[in-house]
């Protein structure tokens, strides 16, 4: 059974910093693309970023750019968040995901985690 299990989510300021973990069982991880989004309250989920297969390529969202850094560890089946620079408007509850080719629609990814609650305060 595949699983995907976010973690590190949580309550910080404007300004600061929050790093979610995405850890993947049932899979095998090096195979997939892995990316993450975010819903927040009253909107569409939306892309955040991804990596590929062997975290040689990233791509970020617009709106995250400078600011969010996506990262994998193959050995360990974990996908990372780096989130800096936090603003209010980042609050949402963060899904990771996985994909077998690196893409950036929700439609390309094919399995999902339960999702993880930022909140940033002002």
């Known amino acids: 059974q595949v699983q995907l299990v976010e973690s590190g989510g949580g309550l910080v300021q404007a300004g600061g910093s929050l790093r979610l973990s995405c850890a993947a069982s049932?899979?095998?991880?090096?195979?997939?693309?892995m990316g993450w989004f975010r819903q927040a309250p009253g909107k569409e989920r939306e892309f955040v970023a991804a990596?590929?297969?062997?975290?040689?390529?990233?791509y970020n969202d617009d709106s995250v750019k400078g600011r969010f850094t996506i990262s994998r560890d193959n050995a360990k089946n974990t996908v990372y968040l780096q989130m800096n620079s936090l603003k209010p408007e980042d609050t949402a509850v963060y899904y990771c995901a996985a994909a077998s080719i690196f893409v950036v629609t929700i439609q390309g990814y094919k399995y999902w985690g339960q999702g993880t609650q930022v909140t940033v305060s002002s």
């Open positions: 990596i590929s297969w062997r975290g040689d390529s990233t």
């Open positions: 049932g899979l095998t991880f090096s195979n997939y693309a």
